[in-house]
């Protein structure tokens, strides 16, 4: 059993790292965190550098779960994290969201609508405290 978690480095990828982590000691298997950038901005404060990803995998041996980090660039960030689920065979992903304006509430963030709606196993939403 797999858990996936998109991950960027603020409130809301820790809030989807910390549930991915509770998610995968619950039920037991691999947790694979993705963190990914369309590289369309010469600094993507989402996309995190190689300080950051060997920073993340110290935390993650740290956490005694089985992971490994997914790290790069591509076309589009959702498609990371869906392809990663289904190459994977996730049983679950795991994503942040943030709280929206009325508007913004049917205007979900692309990448959070577009894992909901293809991801190709069950996808678990959660917010910061």
Do not use: F
Not at 27 to 54: F, H, I
Not at 73 to 84: E, H, K, P, T
């Amino acid at each position: 059993m797999t858990v996936v978690v998109g991950y960027i480095p603020n409130k809301y990828g820790e809030a989807a790292l910390e549930a991915g982590i509770t998610e995968v000691r619950r039920r037991g298997g691999d947790l694979v965190v993705v963190n990914a950038s369309r590289g369309d901005a010469l600094v993507d404060q989402k996309y995190l550098g190689e300080a950051g990803v060997a920073d993340l995998e110290r935390r993650l041996v740290g956490a005694a779960v089985p992971a490994s980090v997914r790290h790069g660039l591509g076309s589009d960030v959702a498609d990371a994290i869906i392809d990663a689920a289904t190459e994977m065979g996730a049983e679950l992903v795991v994503i942040g969201v943030r709280r929206r304006s009325p508007v913004g509430k049917m205007l979900m963030g692309s990448v959070a609508q577009r894992v909901l709606l293809d991801a190709p196993c069950d996808v678990l939403a959660v917010k910061p405290g």
